[in-house]
């Protein structure tokens, strides 16, 4: 009896213990509660940046790596707390993270390795995207291409989204980077509180459009495959937001009425699915098109998209690229453009309680990566007017954070 109730207090403080320590390990990352990111007891809204290129360039000489730590100083300087780069590159290229199927660089790896590690030190959340939908640094093509050379029969390069051997090949991609210890701090990718969320593709498009159940059928397989390993960080998709065949009343929202082989509502209803992502490119997407005309569609672009996501999908949305070239135009046109963009999502996310809840510019780079440039890149330290906004947008969203008391 009575180490019988020894036992039983012991038991009761071994559960304690183990209760406390679940609390806080889930304080630790970012979730989603119905349409809002919470963190740490609060909502979470923020601004954030894109910078795929931080692994290649940290991988191409240690001289170069001192660029990924500036640029997150410099970001967090404005206020930038969210950083979306690509955690893969493919292929036979010396910065190729994998060089053939289930084949990598160790010397990449570790580079990615630093950058996570720089994004935990100083607190910017990482959205990692796990594959190309363009040949750039791989990506699909060459997972197809791949499979062709080892005699699997192919016949479009939409046989990516089901071939039993390519799925194979994503999947040990995705396996290997969550599963992969950052032999810097020694924590496991799938544990780091520095990942906010894994992302299945850049922008995933259908060779032919016609082939959007494929697609479909992708995310949800792949959506699951992510969260048998790694049910801590969260996932989104990667889409444009393109509709599909299946909402005709809101294809006339995309830009020149065509389709891409996504749904932007069927894709994101898939439950693993965390939060939805739309991008922004009304100039290259509207070639030719007046101003006004371009205003307009991003008007729409951005309504529409919010409104499903906070009636239909219930879930947080990001604008998760947007940017302006500045070839050919002034710097005013450029900052003009990403003020626009920030007060559609600070008007929308003070409106939602957070449920817009943040955009990532495209893209910021550091000083002396001209070959990485693509004339939408912003140097903080070299544009002061784009990086005033960028701070004053970060102070007015983090001032809509308030605390979160559903436990
Ligand atoms: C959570 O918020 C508390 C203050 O409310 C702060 O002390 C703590 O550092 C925060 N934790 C994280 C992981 O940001
Ligand atoms: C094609 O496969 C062979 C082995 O079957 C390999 O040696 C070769 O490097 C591969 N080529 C490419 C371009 O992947
Ligand atoms: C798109 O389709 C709608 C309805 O069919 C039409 O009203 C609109 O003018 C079209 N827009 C473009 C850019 O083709
Ligand atoms: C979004 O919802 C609001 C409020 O219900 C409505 O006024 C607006 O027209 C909707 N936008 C679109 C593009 O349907
Ligand atoms: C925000 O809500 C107000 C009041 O309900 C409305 O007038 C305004 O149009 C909304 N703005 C956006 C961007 O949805």
Request: hydrophobic content about 40%; proline content about 2%.
């Amino acid at each position: 009896m009575a180490i019988r109730k020894i036992n039983c207090v012991w038991g009761l403080i071994f559960l304690s213990l183990i209760f406390v320590g679940e609390s806080q390990n889930s304080k630790q990352f970012v979730e989603t509660r119905n349409t809002q990111f919470v963190f740490n007891g609060s909502s979470f809204v923020f601004n954030g940046f894109n910078a795929y290129w931080m692994m290649m360039v940290a991988a191409s000489d240690k001289s170069q790596m001192s660029k990924i730590s500036n640029v997150f100083a410099q970001a967090s300087a404005a206020g930038l707390n969210v950083c979306r780069i690509w955690a893969f590159s493919d292929g036979s290229d010396h910065l190729a993270l994998q060089t053939s199927p289930g084949v990598y660089n160790e010397n990449v790896f570790q580079a990615l390795d630093f950058v996570v590690s720089e994004a935990g030190k100083y607190n910017a959340k990482l959205i990692m995207t796990l594959i190309n939908n363009f040949k750039d640094f791989g990506g699909r093509l060459q997972y197809v291409q791949w499979a062709r050379n080892a005699s699997v029969q192919i016949k479009s390069d939409d046989d990516f989204y089901t071939n039993a051997d390519i799925k194979g090949y994503y999947k040990n991609h995705v396996k290997k980077v969550l599963t992969r210890v950052n032999t810097i701090t020694k924590i496991a990718y799938k544990d780091d509180p520095a990942i906010m969320a894994w992302e299945l593709m850049n922008e995933p498009r259908c060779t032919d459009a016609a082939n959007a159940k494929l697609l479909h059928g992708w995310i949800e397989e792949m959506g699951a495959y992510v969260k048998s390993i790694d049910n801590k960080h969260l996932l989104s998709i990667g889409m444009e937001g393109f509709y599909g065949d299946e909402t005709p009343d809101r294809k006339q929202y995309n830009p020149g009425n065509y389709t891409v082989g996504t749904e932007f509502i069927k894709n994101h209803l898939v439950k693993e699915i965390d939060f939805t992502t739309i991008h922004a490119y009304p100039d290259s997407w509207l070639e030719g098109k007046s101003e006004k005309e371009r205003k307009d569609f991003l008007q729409r672009w951005v309504d529409i998209h919010m409104n499903d996501s906070m009636i239909i999908l219930k879930k947080p949305i990001i604008i998760e690229e947007f940017g302006r070239t500045i070839n050919g135009n002034s710097v005013e046109y450029r900052d003009s453009f990403l003020s626009e963009v920030y007060s559609y999502i600070y008007e929308y996310a003070k409106n939602s309680s957070g449920g817009m809840a943040g955009g990532l510019v495209w893209q910021i780079m550091s000083e002396g990566m001209e070959s990485y440039s693509d004339g939408l890149q912003i140097i903080l330290s070299q544009s002061p007017s784009a990086t005033k906004i960028m701070h004053d947008q970060s102070t007015r969203m983090v001032a809509l954070e308030h605390p979160n008391n559903i436990e």
